[in-house]
């Protein structure tokens, strides 16, 4: 196994793209270092990002946006109180990823690139409209959250291209995200089902939506018919009903150890509804 | 055994001190089965069947010997019994056949072959060496399945003579018994529910791994190091299935981190020996956390019907099971076990129990706190409380108005002795928590369990030294804190501080032999020898104070730690303390020390009664324990804090068998769960706080009044959760565990 630890993303880049075999890059190696202990994936090589300067800044731009570098750790993202300010959708979904250790480790990019299904920080990211900088021998490009996952275990990224940054947009006014998973206990549990909600309001009417699936299909979806159910709506009793119907519509899921298919879908529903009620309360400025 | 000396009063048990081991722990200094390395040492490995049932046409091991970093590979010919020169029967043999496969795989995870390399990571490599030609055969996983006409054979021959004839060779074990007859008490009901239970296996989710550093050299004296309940079985084990005089094998156990049944047998410590033999040098194995879970050995799932009629006024007037248990590829499903303890808390005119051992390609179940008892308990205890339901009684007091009492014929056979059932359930009625209001989508569910407990083999020994502290030496594995119960009895009886009695467990060449750590029965029988080891201490430091006195022996008693003439009569002489007796032992005849050593057989049975609120999400089925209160009796609870630690755990792991553990097979007949992220075992913030109260009803066969505690803990909540949880979804849950997916469709069928 070779390791690597590139001072630039380009020099990342063509580390990837010269190599043969399996190639894992080394974030905070909490999915790479157990896949690998396990025997699940064994590496040829290995590209750790971490001697990349700034890959662990947090930075909030002039437009009000925001951009994380792709070593950025689930605990360095609860600290930060302004993100969590702006974005504490997102930021719980980080923050529910394993324990206190694996929070000292764990990243955004990580969590997406592993491509699992179930990824808890990956809806909240597509409901908040989140997207990335990929970098490759080609040079970079920006890729929304949602086009990043292709499969279980699958990208979109080509041989040779990584992540090099994480953008959030301007939280804006009158705008609240929540994300809702359901696991059978309290802690340490992969979702069997995950609901990020991102929404806006007029007064008390919801204006824009966006509603993300995790665990209930091969990949993570964005569904514009929950967003429908609800955008013109003050998310009444009607509204609810809709989107939950709309979220157990859009599942595709799979019956396995974690959960059936029946139970995945009634769920996904139950979860947008209590999903949507937190980001519509914190949009109007209320604590949830 | 007659005890004459029944003791009441105590200075040191019933106090809390810390225990001895405790700072070990706690810093890191504790050395458990992986703690151990010697010079030279290999590092093992083993490899196990990925088919669930498979014949081994053939094993090349050659490309693995010709790896230059291994050291020894083993298969089934480098043990004892080969099907050329076959020696091992019984148990030995099923034991063996579990430890290194034969002719067949019999389960996902049955290990075939084992490497010995100079590095673990070697070891590993190694292992995708060996080419297995398995011939896949039909496998059956589910207990019911397994008993059906079409059921695939897992071995011809196995069942033994009490199996009634017709039934499917994977049936190898039949128990009935009760007493009455069922079908005229069914007639005098006033309500009668049939129904049948399900429950699934789980494991007992110990955190350490098992796992052992053994030697073994060609002259057949050996040593082994490992984690285990019980060395002296496993001495004799390994003995057997190498081929060697357990003399000339020396096991010592090293600190356990959690065994509850799991580490009563052996596993891989045959393979490190068999290893070890042909390296000649030391191994080291441990077993991951996937090899734990795919091939020690689980709990038994079970298959339950059961008929109860009920009287108006709450009287049961028949009882009446059938337990089927599936135990793994080996005979020893406990289905006797849970057919006994079923009913065992009920004075029961009319009772009939049925129990069945089954087979099935799954891993040769183990032990676990109480084994076979907690599933009968689920499907019986439910059944009462649905009659309770329909009759509109209150649970406890159908309980109580049916509760076994000192003279009950046990539905098992013989009559009990002193028992303490119907405390826990006067304490259960008076519990605050029995009370309590409930919130709307809470339950609140009730359960008693029963367990047998055990005596066993027993030999602790005690040596006073020249200072006046004493070192006491036990052969059971502390498993729950019994280092601080030996020597607060100890220190009742020398009358010396807890503080200067050290407690260690000796290795199989200082002590004769001594059963394993199970069955409830260390405080009991580990403690009751040592009471009597102390006693013959005493006997000796009272002669040299006769001697020093020049009066007869028998006119010297113990008091508070000190030889004191026993009366006026026998002369005015001033206490001689203890330490001032052994100060001077080497010139007065010698160490002193004391021994003993029985089977003692006064165990004394034990019953606890629980109560479970629960709240269930009806939306998705989650459920949360939101209060939880163990009533249980502990005979005499020499150091409470541990007895109430054995309570609190026994709920949790209860916790976690009715809410969410279960062993899942796919279609493959591979187990699909074996980490602990899909094995879900409850983590802390899943348990609410729980409450214990002891119930202390002396039992007369142990000196203080000891009943063991250990197991019966564990006995009620499976049923307890389910009454609460039934209760607050308002439908019957008849399957565990009773996981949100189960919960939520009980739930839409209920409409
Ligand atoms: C105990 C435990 C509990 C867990 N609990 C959860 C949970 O509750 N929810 C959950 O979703 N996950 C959970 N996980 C999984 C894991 O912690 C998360 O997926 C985490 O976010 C991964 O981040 P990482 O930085 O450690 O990724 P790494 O392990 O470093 O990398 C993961 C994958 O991403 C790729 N990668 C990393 N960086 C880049 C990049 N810049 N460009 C392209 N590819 C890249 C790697 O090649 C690899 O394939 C848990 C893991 C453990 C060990």
Redesign the interface.
Known sequence: MDYHSPASFAEASALAANATGITRFLAGGTDVLVQLRSELVTPDTLIDLKKIDGVSDINSNADGSWTLGVAATGAEMSEHAELGRDWPGVVEAMDLIGSTQVQGRATLTGNLCNGSPAADSVPAMVAAGVSVTVTGPEGDREVAVEDIPTGPGKTSLAKGELISAVHIPARGENGGDAYLRFIPRTEMDIAVVGVGVNLRLDGDTVTEARVSLGAVAPTVLLVEDCAKAIIGSTLDDAALDALAAAASAACNPIDDKRGTIAFRTEVAGVLAKRAAKIAYARAKGEQA | MALDDRKSEFTFVGTRPNRPDGLDKVTGRAKFGADMSAPGMLHGAILRSPHAHARIVKIDTSKAEAHKEVKAVVTRADFADVPFKPGLEGEFWNVLENVMAGEKALYDGHAVAAVAATSALAA?DALKLIEVEYEVLPHVTDVDKAMAPDAPVIREGAADYSVPEGMHPNVVRYHESGHGDVEAGFAEADLVIEDSFVTEATHQGYIEPHACLGMLGNDGKGELWCTTQGHWIAQKTCAALLGIETSQLRVTASEIGGGFGGKTTVFIEPVALALSRKANRPVKLVM?R?EVFRATGPTSSASMDIKIGMKKDGTISAAQGVFRLQGGAFPGAPGDMTAMCAFAPYNLTNVKQVGYDVMANRPKQAAYRAPGAPMGAFAVESVIDELCKKLGLDPVDVRLKNAAHEGTKASYGPRYERIGLVETLEAAKAHPHYSAPLKPGQGRGISCGFWFNHGGETSVSLALSEDGSAQLMVGTPDIGGSRASMALMAAEVLGIPYENIRVTIADTATLGYNDVSHGSRVTYASGLATIKAAKHAVEKLCERAAASWGIPTDAVKWENGCAVPSGPNAGDFDPRPLADITAHMGSTGGPISGHFEATPEGAGVSFGTHIVDAEVDP????TSITRYTVIQDAGKAIHPTYVEGQYQGGAAQGIGWA??EEY?YGEDGRL??S?F??Y?I??A??LPMIDTVIVEVPNPGHPFGVRGVGETGIVPPLAAIANAVSHAAGVRMRQLPM???RI??AL?ENG
């Open positions: 590993r991951t996937s939306e998705t089925g989650k809410l969410n899942i699909q769960n980490i992220l899909d879900r409850p983590v913030s899943d996981s949100p997916p939520l469709a839409k």
